[in-house]
């Protein structure tokens, strides 16, 4: 059964930070490029960032240069957002994605207010 399973999320002040985990389970992590999406109340989901399977390659929405930092751990079967200078419009609900077969975690909230 493949699960997907994100944490880390919360409440943070404007200019803090948070880091985001999704735990993979079920499939051959390894193999596989990961996303991290996010929604914002009223919004359409948005790919915020994308790894490769060994982790050669990455890229990022315009909105979060500079500020977010995907990574992951092929041993640990995780991959993780690094969240830096949040900003309000940061706020939403963040899932976990496998693209090839479109596996989605449940999502963690990210509200950032002060």
């Known amino acids: 059964q493949v699960q997907l399973v994100e944490s880390g999320g919360g409440l943070v002040q404007p200019g803090g930070s948070l880091r985001l985990s999704c735990a993979a389970s079920?499939?051959?992590?390894?193999?596989?490029?990961m996303r991290w999406y996010r929604q914002a109340p009223g919004k359409e989901r948005e790919l915020v960032a994308a790894?490769?399977?060994?982790?050669?390659?990455?890229s990022y929405a315009d909105s979060v240069k500079g500020r977010f930092t995907i990574s992951r751990d092929n041993a640990k079967k995780r991959v993780y957002l690094q969240m830096n200078s949040l900003k309000p419009e940061d706020t939403g609900l963040y899932y976990c994605?496998?693209?090839?077969?479109?596996?989605w975690g449940q999502g963690t909230q990210v509200t950032v207010s002060s």
């Open positions: 994605n496998e693209p090839r077969y479109d596996y």
């Open positions: 079920g499939f051959t992590f390894s193999s596989y490029g």
């Open positions: 790894i490769s399977s060994v982790g050669g390659a990455t």
